[in-house]
């Protein structure tokens, strides 16, 4: 028995995000294990380094499965793409790792990307990949109310209402604004995440881009840890789990 790591990306537009549900939902998983059992007919269950919910994507997920069949990890990555076709999933990379090795549970951290596209005009070519803000962003006010919110702290008002993690205490080492051209990047790296954590945290800035709030109000919402103080959890399109370190 081998255990393999794979490099995975996906558009979630088609998803109802990663993990497996019923028969007849697509899942990111779900595809992926069929699969695998149309390539070496093998029940094996796939475990993701981060689920992301239904519409978010995906440039750099890590997966990791166990596989009886031997094989290339060429011959491997190929005869899932050819398998998943026409799913938008493709299988980057694979490697044969120890059996100790985690998708979930061996991450160091996890790197988020949520895009805005702030113009007037509707996005033609990134339609389903970003958010579309017509009205202009405070870009340093929003940098400043980033600033406030990372490091450690009780994350209990960025936090879904369907979030199962054990504690709202999380480590944000990194959550910093880019711009590139008409698009506003957020990005924010982390050992670990809380449901909708990213999103609640980009629809938050997002308000603060607009002046609805100030930058001082991030620290008062974080300081208040009531989710209804919180912005709006931003829409899914716009977030891509972009990269998981080891």
């Not at 076709?85 to 090795?101: N, T």
């Amino acid at each position: 028995m081998t255990r393999w790591k794979i490099l995975v990306e996906y558009d979630g537009g088609p998803f109802f995000g990663w993990q497996r549900q019923e028969a007849g939902v697509p899942t990111v998983q779900g595809a992926l294990e069929a699969a695998i059992m149309a390539f070496c007919q093998q029940n094996s269950t796939v475990h993701g380094a981060g689920r992301t919910d239904a519409g978010v994507h995906a440039a750099g997920q890590v997966a990791h499965f166990d596989l009886s069949r031997p094989c290339a990890p060429n011959v491997l990555c190929n005869a899932l793409n050819a398998h998943l076709r026409p799913a938008p999933i493709a299988v980057l990379d694979a490697q044969a790792v120890g059996p100790d090795f985690h998708a979930r549970f061996s991450a160091q951290e996890k790197v988020y990307l949520y895009r805005m596209l702030v113009r007037v005009a509707p996005p033609a070519l990134d339609a389903g990949r970003v958010w579309h803000l017509r009205r202009p962003l405070d870009v340093q006010a929003m940098r400043r109310a980033c600033a406030a919110l990372k490091g450690r702290h009780d994350f209990s008002a960025f936090r879904g209402s369907q979030c199962q993690a054990k504690s709202p205490i999380r480590t944000l080492d990194e959550l910093r604004i880019e711009e590139d051209g008409q698009e506003v990047l957020l990005w924010a790296r982390a050992r670990s995440f809380l449901h909708n954590q990213v999103r609640i945290l980009a629809g938050t800035l997002a308000k603060i881009g607009r002046g609805t709030w100030t930058a001082q109000d991030a620290a008062r919402i974080l300081q208040g840890r009531d989710r209804r103080t919180a912005g709006p959890t931003a829409p899914p399109q716009g977030l891509s789990l972009m990269r998981v370190q080891y």
